[in-house]
């Protein structure tokens, strides 16, 4: 049992030594047939490694959970039952040690073959956060060079006069990476023109898959604002026939690809409801496109300049580029004039760069020979593998997973984080969180150009999109460690990543079994009573899909960390969810018929987030959910819940509580069960109109950082000696009209950022308008209500409005007078 127990440790260390070894050569022998064959073998023996000690973690704490850590594995295998797992691990091990033997048996045949490769140095560190990372919600146009005359053209086209009655198109052919969606996008925010000449102005993102049923679904939620949610396509083409008729629209659909004009005919008839003088801005990468669209006007996107492709790369490096040494901008100047006046190959490796401090590292990118080739189409793709291979191995992981995604997929990064923590990305020695660890690398990726887009909706979610060119790259990078196919029999030995979309047919049982990361969108996915148990997948996600066994196929998985499931149809989630011994987090989303949550979930135990979104149906919360001790993060959105279970007591580690349009919710918890959750740092009730009041004892959670109470609109007070939560940055109030006034001594809270409504009281125990004078961080909308209740002017003086540069919008309300 020693020696079993000894060769584990060995084998992890192994797992270490082999990821090290791939970070420092693997990149370069991607561009090298011969080596790259020997690497792909050592990394699937890392893999297998990998997978083997998480197994044996999971059940040595499956059976210790109250054991320590350090003591885990010497009680573990002392138990009878333990006998048989013990035998097969220890064959395991035994097995991939043989392997890796071979493997080594070759090593120096492969130094031979790496020392003839040019070396692209990997960045020994990058800053996991570099500067501020602004939220591009509303395109910056101060940010874009070189496009005024391109969209100065495509605004002239799309609005002159003309009698035909069919709807103008205006398609924009160039390479990927070229700028198309970026001049797509400045035509869609102009305010002077566009927005004074269309009555509706919709966005769509197309990508490869012209599925005709699935762009009106999404020309549906961009008119509706919400998704159809299983209506049937004749309602959903109805009422987008309602919505455009008679209106002169502009639809830009981005990133088209089918060169089938009838598909484009069937797509058509869902838009000839609109008024003449309605258009449509295509962009595509191929001219055949724009024949097959029958287009009004073809217009071929250039490349940048090259003193508009110098501030393209300047401004991307931020605030590195800023007293920069003369000889590192010239070496830039080199580079620049390499990515031949391409913006998302300047971004990408502008972002690289500015996490580089050594005068080499630039000159290696400089002198890099991927980048010696002709053809623009080719340099482009070499641009964005140089930049991946100087990203560090942290980063490289995280990336990678989010190939799982199809093109064009709107990312949330609370999502994204928890399957990166779900695959052991995140370093479990720190004092840090790993949700704040996850934000760091989710920020450096976003420098990078990695990730692009990021906005943040009304009710704060962060999401972003991987650029298609990226895209690719994540995919080209795993070969056949990717699978987007089930008709791809012949890569499952490889198979880390399955990614299915709008398949039929039965899944091969074989596909599932190294898979690490799995993501499938309507697909009909048949059970298998003869599947094995899957031991290697982390992170499961199924959309729109049918499934004739959930119960089963959950408990096929039972060591995955993350499961998400959407717009899946059921009633309820099978009890089989309590044998996920190792389910982190878990996302339900759009489940309109779903009713309850099982009791099970209490036997979770490292539940760490639940969220639970567009459930109308259920009422309530299991008591056992005060069983999940792990539980930091618990997320309800538009639900039909009436209160909060008073077990929620026992979640010590709750940091996050977030209830957001539950319309029914009257009362948030009771007084002594509410007191107990000291470890609370934010608390979102969002638009739960049916709340009255807050418990008293909220102002023992001094750790308290973030309460957001907007759009609560029969809130009639606030507790006494909130003042007291002198963490509080953010106290939202906007539109909550109810409020009689705030309580005295909120104006010790001076590091509120956000408060959104200031209401005056007439009671002594009410704040009065002095209490704002020392408010001087608050930003945003600010609205002074009931200003009539103001009895002395000296009060109104020692506001000091001036020294709040942060308010954008200031509102006076005297209140009803009389």
Request: glycine residues 6%; proline residues 3%; contains cysteine.
């Amino acid at each position: 049992m020693v020696g079993v127990t000894k060769d584990l440790q060995e084998l992890q260390d192994l797992v270490e030594e082999i990821n090290n070894w791939l970070q420092t050569v693997g990149d370069k022998a991607m561009r090298n047939d011969r080596s790259s064959n020997w690497l792909k073998k050592l990394k699937d023996v890392a893999y297998d490694a990998e997978d083997l000690v998480h197994e044996f973690r999971i059940e040595a704490e499956k059976h210790e959970e109250n054991i320590v850590e350090n003591v885990i594995v010497k009680h573990f295998w002392t138990k009878p039952k333990s006998v048989v797992f013990e035998f097969k691990t220890a064959h395991k091990i035994k097995a991939i040690k043989k392997r890796f033997d071979a493997i080594v048996k070759g090593k120096s045949y492969y130094s031979t073959i790496a020392n003839s490769i040019p070396v692209d140095r990997p960045a020994q560190h990058v800053s996991k956060t570099i500067g501020e990372v602004p939220h591009w919600t509303i395109m910056d146009e101060t940010s874009i060079f070189g496009r005024d005359k391109e969209k100065n053209w495509v605004i002239s086209k799309l609005t002159e006069s003309s009698i035909q009655q069919n709807i103008k198109i205006i398609s924009v052919i160039g390479l990927g990476g070229s700028g198309k969606t970026t001049l797509a996008k400045l035509v869609f925010n102009d305010g002077n023109t566009i927005k004074q000449h269309f009555e509706l102005i919709l966005w769509v993102h197309v990508s490869r898959e012209f599925d005709v049923e699935k762009l009106v679904e999404k020309l549906y939620e961009a008119i509706a604002g919400d998704k159809p949610n299983h209506l049937p396509l004749q309602r959903v083409s109805r009422t987008i026939s309602d919505k455009l008729a008679g209106k002169k629209f502009l639809v830009v659909m981005d990133d088209v690809w089918t060169e089938d004009h009838a598909h484009w005919e069937q797509f058509m008839v869902h838009l000839k409801s609109g008024a003449p003088g309605s258009s449509i801005l295509l962009t595509a990468r191929s001219r055949k496109v724009a024949e097959a669209v029958d287009s009004t006007y073809t217009f071929d996107m250039p490349f940048l300049s090259e003193d508009n492709s110098q501030k393209v790369f300047e401004q991307n490096l931020g605030s590195a580029a800023i007293g920069l040494d003369p000889e590192f901008l010239q070496i830039g100047t080199e580079i620049v004039k390499k990515c031949s006046g391409v913006p998302l190959a300047i971004k990408v490796l502008a972002g690289v760069l500015r996490g580089m401090k050594g005068i080499e590292e630039w000159q290696s990118i400089r002198d890099s020979n991927l980048l010696d080739v002709e053809d623009e189409e080719r340099k482009i793709f070499a641009c964005l593998l140089l930049s991946y291979i100087h990203l560090p191995h942290h980063l490289k992981r995280c990336f990678l997973h989010c190939s799982i995604f199809p093109r064009g997929y709107v990312i949330k990064r609370r999502h994204l984080i928890s399957q990166w923590i779900a695959h052991g990305f995140m370093p479990t020695n720190q004092a840090q969180q790993p949700e704040d660890v996850g934000i760091g690398y989710f920020d450096s990726l976003l420098k990078v150009g990695f990730l692009q887009d990021q906005e943040q909706d009304h009710s704060d979610e962060v999401t972003c999109k991987m650029h298609d060119l990226i895209h690719d790259l994540s995919r080209k990078i795993l070969q056949d460690e990717f699978v987007s196919g089930i008709e791809t029999i012949d890569q499952t030995k490889k198979c880390r990543y399955l990614s299915l979309t709008s398949c039929s047919g039965k899944v091969d049982r074989k596909l599932y079994d190294k898979v690490r990361a799995f993501y499938v969108s309507r697909c009909k996915l048949a059970s298998d009573k003869t599947m094995k148990k899957q031991r290697c997948i982390r992170t499961v996600i199924l959309t729109y899909i049918n499934i004739d066994s959930l119960p089963l196929f959950v408990s096929n998985f039972e060591y995955m960390g993350y499961l998400e499931i959407t717009d899946v149809n059921c009633e309820a989630l099978p009890d089989a969810i309590s044998h996920c011994w190792n389910l982190q987090a878990l996302h339900v989303i759009g489940c309109t018929r779903l009713a309850n949550l099982p009791e099970s979930i209490g036997k979770v135990k490292k539940l760490s987030t639940l969220e639970l979104n567009c459930a109308r149906n259920v009422r309530s919360l299991p008591q056992s959910i005060g069983d999940c001790d792990s539980l930091g993060s618990l997320y309800l959105d538009n639900c039909g819940i009436k209160d909060i279970p008073n077990s929620i007591e026992k979640l010590e580690n709750l940091r996050v509580l977030s209830v957001v349009y539950c319309m029914d919710l009257q009362q948030l918890l009771p007084p002594e069960p509410f007191g107990k959750l000291r470890n609370l740092r934010t608390i979102t009730l969002k638009l739960c109109m049916a709340l009255e009041h807050l418990p008293q004892c909220i102002i023992l959670l001094d750790h308290l950082q973030y309460v957001d109470l907007s759009d609560c609109t029969k809130l009639r007070e606030l507790p006494e000696g909130i003042g007291d939560l002198k963490n509080l940055e953010v106290l939202n109030l906007k539109d909550c009209e109810s409020l009689c006034g705030l309580p005295a001594g909120c104006g010790q809270l001076t590091r509120l950022r956000q408060l959104g409504l200031f209401v005056i009281g007439d009671g002594t125990n009410h704040a009065r308008i002095s209490e704002l004078e020392n408010l001087d961080k608050l930003n945003g909308e600010l609205q002074i209500k009931n200003i009539k209740h103001v009895k002395d002017p000296f009060d109104a003086e020692m506001v000091h409005l001036k020294r709040k540069n942060g308010i954008r919008t200031l509102s006076l309300d005297w209140g009803v007078l009389g």
